[in-house]
């Protein structure tokens, strides 16, 4: 059983929807918060569905996670785009075939364009490895140990056009101890955003489909 550290709002309320939400996710690695997503699925906390993983890696381990449980995996690789906005009409797009109420990038490691935010207006969530406005930005992990501070942590929060910086959803804090390095630490704050990246979902589901579900 791994440690709840801090974290605001409770994790543990989520709300219900009838029917439930549609939502995509976009990946280009490992996958382990989409594999939380499906996992809170699962187990009948997060009433949605997830109609399609886009990937950007052909060969991330994220596209394996979708085919083990039978999710539509779409890859639209970057390198056969020539801009941003080609590959994020692509995507709309992709999630407009599946009728995508909510996006989630989860480990989605390239800057998305206007387009795309527009499209789905504080409905996309991402989720990042710092108690933001901190550490934005790459290397997040490496950023909060080489500045030395006692407490990270993880930030689901709303994608506008500047990086790592919409309307925060939930933070968990994580305590920073001295014999972390970035392995430990990174696996501290993975196990929070597997907690509080399912709940943001929901708290974004409450405000689109309103508190009558
Ligand atoms: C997470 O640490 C997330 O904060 C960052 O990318 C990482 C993705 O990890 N945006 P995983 O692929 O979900 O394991």
Redesign the pocket.
């Known amino acids: 059983m791994h440690k709840n550290y801090l974290t605001s709002p409770s994790p543990h309320i989520y709300g219900s929807f009838n029917p439930p939400l549609n939502i995509s996710v976009m990946?280009?690695?490992?996958?382990?918060?989409?594999e939380a997503i499906i996992d809170a699925i699962n187990h009948k906390k997060l009433q949605a569905n997830i109609s399609c993983l886009i990937v950007n890696n052909h060969s991330c381990y994220?596209r394996t996670r979708a085919e083990n449980h039978n999710i539509n995996c779409v890859i639209h690789d970057h390198r056969d785009y020539s801009s941003r906005e080609d590959l994020d009409d692509a995507i709309i797009r992709t999630f407009k075939t599946f009728g995508t109420e909510i996006v989630v990038?989860?480990?989605w490691?390239r800057i998305v364009s206007h387009k795309l935010i527009k499209e789905f207006p504080n409905r996309i969530i991402?989720?990042?490895?710092s108690l933001l406005p901190s550490f934005k930005g790459k290397d997040a992990i490496n950023q909060a140990l080489d500045a030395n501070v006692k407490i990270t942590g993880?930030s689901a929060h709303i994608v506008t056009e500047q990086l790592d910086s919409g309307k925060l959803i939930i933070q968990s804090a994580v305590p920073i101890l001295d014999i972390d390095n970035k392995e430990s630490l990174?696996n501290k704050?993975?196990l929070q955003?597997h907690i509080i990246l399912p709940n943001a979902i929901s708290i974004i589901g409450e405000s689109i489909r309103g508190s009558k579900n």
Not at 27 to 34: L, P, Q, T, V
Not at 126 to 129: F, G, M, T
């Open positions: 990946a280009s690695g490992n996958g382990s918060n989409f994220a990038m989860a480990g490691m991402n989720i990042h490895p993880c990174s704050i993975k955003e």
